[in-house]
């Protein structure tokens, strides 16, 4: 067995630094790629040490690793590879272009700390790392949406079809998505090809940012910072939802959305009225509240 003992305990502490149960200190600041990492490489081996049957799988997959970047790329190469899109392929793929871009690596670690802060469901960084689909999907998108850069379309639009198959999430490859972003639960998720998602936003699953029709050109929602969307909500057409907006599960949106404030309804409405629409201080993006408006229209 390649894992021969498990690393001391690591809890911690109120500045964001980590201290081992052996007294060490690991004072990388939290946002950095190398804290989370070395949470990641933890928890790993906590898991590992724990349940035995994972322990191949975690030291393949992680604890044999020696960055996000390998260790990612090679879990979405073993996720989205096939029988003729080889996973040794999509691995030089993926390092490659996370290593050309260190924005990617900077959004990756954005993408982990959401999910663990806004996800009560979300026991550890390693665990949304290898089990959260919407996480995996928004990760192979960038790479998508940097080969389309590229003008490499064809790989991109491959890329694009296997996380569609194999991740329940069709996000175009031109599409401009921002850094920490949860897609929770992400299933059936949909974003047209010339929608904008800022940064700090949640989606929830089954929404779809799409067009109204076979138009072209600039035709898909733009998606301010901080802004929630509930579960089942389509937003519809080259509109607007303004910063730390609030979209209601279940809506049907086709109109602007102001800052600050909450449409819910099927056609969407706004929570206050069209001309004094109420206004709410919070960031829903990141406090997740889905239900603060109903005691208010």
């Given at each position: 067995?390649?894992?021969?003992?498990?690393?001391?305990?690591?809890?911690?502490?109120?500045?964001?630094?980590?201290?081992?149960?052996?007294?060490?200190?690991?004072?990388?600041?939290?946002?950095?790629?190398?804290?989370?990492?070395?949470?990641?490489?933890?928890?790993?081996?906590?898991?590992?040490?724990?349940?035995?049957?994972?322990?191949?799988?975690?030291?393949?997959?992680?604890?044999?690793?020696?960055?996000?970047?390998?260790?990612?790329?090679?879990?979405?190469?073993?996720?989205?590879?096939?029988?003729?899109?080889?996973?040794?392929?999509?691995?030089?793929?993926?390092?490659?272009?996370?290593?050309?871009?260190?924005?990617?690596?900077?959004?990756?670690?954005?993408?982990?700390?959401?999910?663990?802060?806004?996800?009560?469901?979300?026991?550890?960084?390693?665990?949304?790392?290898?089990?959260?689909?919407?996480?995996?999907?928004?990760?192979?998108?960038?790479?998508?949406?940097?080969?389309?850069?590229?003008?490499?379309?064809?790989?991109?639009?491959?890329?694009?079809?296997?996380?569609?198959?194999?991740?329940?999430?069709?996000?175009?490859?031109?599409?401009?998505?921002?850094?920490?972003?949860?897609?929770?639960?992400?299933?059936?998720?949909?974003?047209?090809?010339?929608?904008?998602?800022?940064?700090?936003?949640?989606?929830?699953?089954?929404?779809?940012?799409?067009?109204?029709?076979?138009?072209?050109?600039?035709?898909?929602?733009?998606?301010?910072?901080?802004?929630?969307?509930?579960?089942?909500?389509?937003?519809?057409?080259?509109?607007?939802?303004?910063?730390?907006?609030?979209?209601?599960?279940?809506?049907?949106?086709?109109?602007?959305?102001?800052?600050?404030?909450?449409?819910?309804?099927?056609?969407?409405?706004?929570?206050?009225?069209?001309?004094?629409?109420?206004?709410?201080e919070d960031v829903p993006g990141e406090t997740m509240d889905h239900t603060s408006f109903i005691y208010v229209i």
């Amino acid at each position: 067995m390649p894992i021969q003992q498990n690393p001391p305990a690591t809890s911690p502490t109120t500045n964001g630094t980590t201290v081992t149960s052996n007294g060490t200190v690991n004072s990388q600041p939290p946002e950095s790629a190398e804290w989370v990492w070395s949470q990641i490489k933890a928890e790993a081996r906590r898991d590992a040490e724990s349940e035995p049957a994972l322990a191949s799988y975690l030291y393949s997959t992680i604890i044999s690793h020696a960055s996000l970047t390998r260790s990612l790329s090679f879990h979405l190469g073993n996720k989205l590879c096939s029988s003729t899109l080889l996973s040794t392929l999509l691995y030089d793929l993926f390092l490659n272009t996370f290593s050309s871009d260190e924005s990617l690596l900077n959004a990756t670690v954005a993408d982990l700390r959401a999910a663990r802060a806004r996800d009560p469901a979300c026991i550890s960084f390693a665990h949304c790392l290898l089990n959260y689909k919407g996480f995996l999907a928004i990760q192979a998108h960038r790479v998508a949406h940097r080969l389309w850069a590229l003008n490499r379309k064809p790989i991109a639009l491959a890329l694009h079809s296997r996380v569609a198959d194999v991740f329940s999430v069709d996000i175009h490859p031109a599409a401009r998505v921002g850094k920490g972003i949860l897609l929770d639960h992400a299933t059936g998720v949909v974003i047209g090809e010339t929608a904008v998602v800022g940064n700090n936003v949640s989606i929830l699953h089954h929404v779809t940012l799409g067009g109204t029709g076979k138009v072209g050109g600039d035709r898909h929602p733009k998606i301010g910072d901080g802004v929630l969307i509930g579960a089942g909500a389509t937003v519809l057409g080259n509109v607007k939802i303004g910063e730390g907006a609030k979209i209601g599960a279940g809506s049907l949106v086709m109109i602007d959305v102001p800052a600050w404030t909450t449409a819910v309804g099927n056609p969407a409405r706004l929570v206050g009225g069209k001309e004094q629409p109420k206004v709410h201080e919070d960031v829903p993006g990141e406090t997740m509240d889905h239900t603060s408006f109903i005691y208010v229209i």
